[in-house]
């Protein structure tokens, strides 16, 4: 596809054009400045990314097409952009043509950037537009891209005349003044290009840093003396603009040097540190905002700063503290990534440098000092940086996402740590963030098998954490599918990763059944969340569904045995009441392997026929009821605790009816299914039903009313009650298959059926009626659903 793409657009624009052919030269011209203006917004990598790789692919060649075709498109654009500043000073044009000018401009600034050689002639040409007066955004754009080509260019030109330099210096130093921070970061930039590699002139630079930094001093002590005082109010624009000019200087120059301070012992970083850090501890935000800004740019010429103790303690209290600023977090996360970001810039260049005298070094003596200090900076803020995911504002989660992009890349920290965050952050809302940090996944998964499985439980885990950091409305539980037409589940790429292998999978989805068990204590709305993703995971083949039906049937006879056994041992026993022996014997009758012991086969042989007789079972059931209130303890922390656990239990129920209705399959296809039958024969694919939506109304209603912290009133005691019976009812039936003879089986499936429909607050269990036609449904559509049920 790349391949396809290069040689399209070699063909479109990097082709040589005849010298005479002056109107498909504009053409050209137009159609390259048109998609650099689209382009805008979205960013030039794409541009940068085709230059080089067309320049590249004919570095050995003899003959240079793209070459000459750069060459041919640079110099005609430097002449459009002659033609167009006559053509401003037509008003009526002036819109239009000031963001072609713009547009060229920019696009002269993307060939500097991959070949600044092919602009060293025209650099005299450009100079001027520095001296541009600023009224639009555009003339900012225009004056920011000239000083970015300038800052490319000067340095590569042979004997470049003094006017010529000093004039650069001079405009320069006008904008770094006048303008804002934009202006004064492009053109103290620039500035450090042209007096570091070309003229030398640190005086100059050092009287501009003098400046700045003296009023900084003076604001300090006139701070210190009086901190409500008006002058600093009133001064306050000079405070904002001293902070940022000391720090963008203090990035590009050295002024430790003694080619600045001379011979004298004060050292300059130190100074410069411990005035912008007094005033991070200023009353008002946009001055610490400001200082922070100045401190990111010391820390890119001198990193070893952000080891000092201090700075260690503003940026981790920044990061970690919740109450914190979101602009001073973003601007702590920025100054990191914009550190890493020229780490990055400085290691590629010095990869360049050294594959051109590669040949005649020892690479016994390469020893990369600075990869190991940005290693150790990024292990002492990342886990402040990771935290930054839990966050409301989708900013802070972005610059903290691409601070951890640019740590992996670079290969600074090791990347397991990061698995299970990555993953939460999977299930952002933005399209854009999702996507990046599934990228990086699957990175991490090519380069290091079986890490992503590693982690995948605690990704889940935190993805829940994360979610509840976003939702604004608190009183909604979080859910863990996506709200639209697909409904897909939040973690669906990490299911999806994990898939292919059945070993990985399986351990993946019992630790997730296993968070459902009475004993994981697992809080009822991060159950919700997880039977949301079971539910909407891309189950691709039979298998998938069937191995966890098969082990919910599992985890629910062991669980709920659990659960009716602890409400039981809760009961008040007392002999004075005359129906006790009986309804005691029900209510405690023992469910722990789902059949009735010789015992209490009279108190559960009325039961039994009541199922069949339906005209006495409303009243019968309510009798039970009433019986096992007369035996509840004074103190409702039992009930509340049995509702709280009978959630994971419900869900599971719940669960596995969506399962059965969504892939179509049959009570006995799901009997009869073995883990350890060889994967071939479950290897069909699913023949998904649609609209089967995941509404699990137990679950929601007890969070919504947040039982847990309610008061009980005897209503909500009747529903327990009622609930914990259906319960009993079901456990008692669990295997549908338990009893022989025929009139049995329907009678127990019935029953376990009317459990199921109680249990799940109306609406029968769909599919059930299957079971009874041909075993093997192999996911088919079924009819019956219902009515199926009624039928028996």
């Not at 082709?15 to 805008?40: Q, S």
């Not at 002269?108 to 541009?132: C, D, E, G």
């Not at 610059?399 to 951890?404: D, E, G, H, K, Q």
């Not at 847990?708 to 669990?734: C, G, P, W």
């Amino acid at each position: 596809l790349q391949k396809l793409v290069n040689e399209t657009f070699q063909k479109l624009w990097f082709t040589p054009t005849p010298h005479h052919d002056k109107e498909a030269m504009t053409r050209k011209i137009l159609n390259i400045t048109d998609v650099v203006a689209a382009c805008r917004d979205t960013g030039y990598d794409w541009f940068e990314q085709l230059l080089q790789n067309l320049l590249k692919s004919e570095e050995d060649a003899s003959y240079k097409p793209v070459k000459k075709a750069c060459t041919q498109l640079v110099d005609n654009l430097v002449e459009h952009i002659l033609k167009y500043e006559e053509s401003l000073s037509d008003s009526d044009n002036k819109g239009v043509n000031s963001g072609r000018l713009v547009a060229c401009i920019t696009t002269l600034f993307l060939f500097s950037k991959i070949r600044p050689q092919l602009m060293v002639k025209h650099a005299m040409t450009m100079q001027p537009y520095l001296t541009t007066k600023c009224s639009t955004q555009n003339d900012f754009m225009v004056i920011c891209n000239v000083a970015k080509i300038l800052e490319l260019v000067v340095p590569l030109m042979e004997h470049p005349s003094e006017t010529f330099l000093a004039t650069i210096e001079e405009d320069l130093m006008k904008l770094i003044i006048k303008y804002g921070m934009t202006v004064v970061q492009h053109c103290v930039s620039c500035l450090g290009a042209v007096v570091n590699k070309v003229t030398q002139n640190y005086k100059f630079v050092w009287a501009c840093f003098n400046r700045y930094y003296g009023a900084l001093s003076k604001l300090k002590s006139q701070h210190q003396e009086d901190p409500n005082s008006t002058i600093l109010t009133a001064n306050k624009p000079a405070l904002l603009r001293s902070l940022f000019t000391v720090g963008a200087l203090c990035r590009h120059f050295d002024f430790d040097q003694e080619d600045f301070k001379g011979n004298s012992k004060v050292n300059i970083k130190d100074k410069v540190l411990e005035l912008l850090m007094y005033f991070t501890k200023h009353s008002d935000e946009e001055v610490q905002t400001k200082a922070i800004i100045g401190l990111g740019f010391a820390f890119i010429q001198h990193p070893s700063l952000m080891f000092e103790q201090e700075v260690k303690t503003l940026y981790n209290s920044i990061l970690s503290d919740k109450n914190c600023s979101v602009n001073l977090k973003i601007q702590v996360l920025k100054n990191l990534q914009t550190y890493l970001q020229e780490e990055d810039t400085r290691m590629q260049q010095a990869d360049r440098d050294w594959k051109k005298v590669a040949k005649q070094e020892d690479l016994k003596e390469m020893g990369d000092i600075s990869s190991g200090m940005s290693s150790s900076i990024m292990q002492l803020y990342l886990k402040q940086v990771l935290e930054a995911f839990f966050h409301t504002q989708s900013s802070v989660r972005h610059f903290a996402l691409n601070v951890i992009a640019l740590t992996l890349n670079q290969g600074l920290i090791h990347p397991v740590q990061c698995v299970p965050y990555l993953i939460a952050m999977g299930t952002d809302p933005e399209p854009s963030m999702r996507n990046k940090a599934d990228q990086q996944l699957v990175e991490i998964d090519k380069k290091y098998a079986g890490f992503i499985h590693m982690k995948a439980v605690a990704g889940m885990k935190m993805s829940y954490q994360v979610q509840q950091a976003i939702n604004t409305c608190p009183k909604d539980p979080v859910r863990g599918f996506r709200h639209d037409e697909s409904s897909s589940a939040l973690c669906s790429h990490l299911y999806s990763m994990i898939r292919g292998n059945r070993q990985h999978r399986r351990a993946f989805l019992i630790s997730l059944l296993n968070l459902f068990d009475d004993t994981a204590k697992t809080e009822v709305n991060m159950l919700l969340y997880i039977a949301d993703n079971l539910a909407c995971f891309p189950y691709q083949t039979q298998e998938e569904p069937l191995f966890i039906m098969h082990h919910i049937d599992i985890t629910l006879s062991v669980s709920g045995s659990n659960l009716l056994q602890s409400f039981k041992e809760s009961m008040v026993k007392d002999k004075k009441k005359e129906r006790k022996p009986s309804s005691d014997e029900e209510t405690e009758s023992d469910s722990n392997s789902g059949s009735e012991s010789e015992s209490e086969e009279e108190a559960s042989k009325p039961r039994r026929l009541r199922k069949r007789v339906d005209s006495d079972s409303d009243s019968d059931e309510e009798n039970d009821i009433n019986a096992v209130m007369k035996c509840l303890p004074e103190n409702s922390a039992p009930l509340i605790e049995f509702a709280n656990v009978s959630q994971g239990i419900l869900l599971l129920l719940m669960l596995k009816q969506h399962l059965k209705n969504l892939c179509g399959f049959s009570d006995s296809k799901i009997q009869k299914y073995s883990p350890s039958e060889s994967a071939k024969v479950y290897d069909k694919a699913i023949n998904r039903k649609t609209g089967v939506h995941f509404h699990p109304k137990q679950t929601l209603d007890f969070l919504r009313t947040d039982m847990a912290n309610s008061k009980i009133t005897e209503e909500v005691k009747r529903s327990i009650v009622k609930q914990y019976l259906d319960f009993k009812l079901l456990m008692e039936h669990l295997d549908p298959d338990e009893e022989e003879e025929d009139g049995e089986v329907s009678a127990s499936t019935n029953a376990r059926n009317k459990a199921i429909t109680s249990l799940l607050g109306g609406g029968s269990p769909k599919n059930n009626a299957a079971e009874t036609e041909d075993d093997e449904s192999d996911g088919e559509d079924r009819g019956g659903g219902t009515s199926g049920v009624r039928r028996r």
